[in-house]
């Protein structure tokens, strides 16, 4: 489930954002900013079964007539990594912490 970052500090959920049911559930990070979730089986969040997901905004572009800034390197925005399976996530960080 998609919570507050209160609730995703605390493992305390009393109204989440979005509740996932099926298992098979993908999700679509509209903007930049910060997204958390966590399991909502009870005492999966206190044993570290959440995630947090970060988003950097994409960078400014110059608008006709301002001052030109020098190249950058090309990278890999995160915001191309807007869709994915919540169980895949949740997979991976239990290979990554066990």
């Known amino acids: 489930m998609q919570v507050s970052r209160q609730e995703y500090d605390s493992c ?5 954002i979005v509740t996932f049911n099926t298992g098979n ?5 509209p903007a ?3 997204y958390y979730y966590l399991c909502g089986i009870p005492g999966r969040c206190q044993i570290g079964q959440k995630f ?3 988003i950097d ?5 110059n608008s006709p007539g301002s001052v030109n800034n020098p190249p950058q390197r090309s990278v ?3 915001i191309s990594f807007t869709r994915f399976s919540i169980i895949s996530m949740i997979g991976f960080y239990f290979f990554l912490a066990f």
């Open 12 to 16: 305390t959920v009393t109204d989440p």
């Open 25 to 29: 559930d993908s999700i679509t990070l």
């Open 32 to 34: 930049s900013g910060d």
């Open 57 to 61: 905004a994409p960078p400014a572009t």
């Open 52 to 54: 947090h997901v970060h």
């Open 76 to 78: 890999a925005s995160p």
